[in-house]
């Protein structure tokens, strides 16, 4: 599965283009993405996991699972933290 800049920043809604294009290189130099240069007019970009990325997969989904059940229950970890300590 690919993305380009355009399809990415519109997944992730409340993200800037300056932080983006920061995330997008941060994961390139770390292994995670691959990115391949199209050439068109105006040139673009495709993103894609590497096999790397891709073993973190079912990582990421364990936490989002997680971070599910904690929704379900009332609120999220931090949210309990904050209401034990006042």
Same mark, same amino acid.
């Given at each position: 599965?690919?993305?380009?800049?355009? /399809?990415? +920043?519109?997944?992730? &809604? +409340?993200?800037?283009? $300056?932080?983006?294009?920061?995330?997008?290189? /941060?994961?390139? /130099?770390?292994?995670? =993405? !691959? +990115?391949?240069? =199209?050439?068109?007019?105006? &040139?673009? !970009?495709?993103?894609?996991?590497?096999?790397?990325? @891709? /073993?973190? =997969? &079912?990582?990421?989904? !364990? =936490?989002?699972?997680?971070?599910? $059940?904690?929704?379900?229950?009332?609120?999220?970890? @931090?949210? +309990?933290?904050?209401?034990?300590?006042?």
């Amino acid at each position: 599965m690919a993305g380009r800049f355009g /399809e990415l +920043r519109h997944d992730i &809604p +409340r993200i800037s283009a $300056k932080v983006l294009s920061a995330r997008l290189r /941060e994961l390139e /130099e770390r292994g995670l =993405i !691959a +990115r391949a240069v =199209i050439a068109l007019t105006p &040139p673009s !970009a495709e993103y894609t996991l590497t096999d790397l990325g @891709h /073993e973190l =997969i &079912p990582v990421l989904s !364990a =936490i989002v699972a997680v971070g599910e $059940k904690l929704t379900l229950r009332g609120g999220s970890l @931090h949210h +309990r933290e904050v209401a034990e300590q006042a």
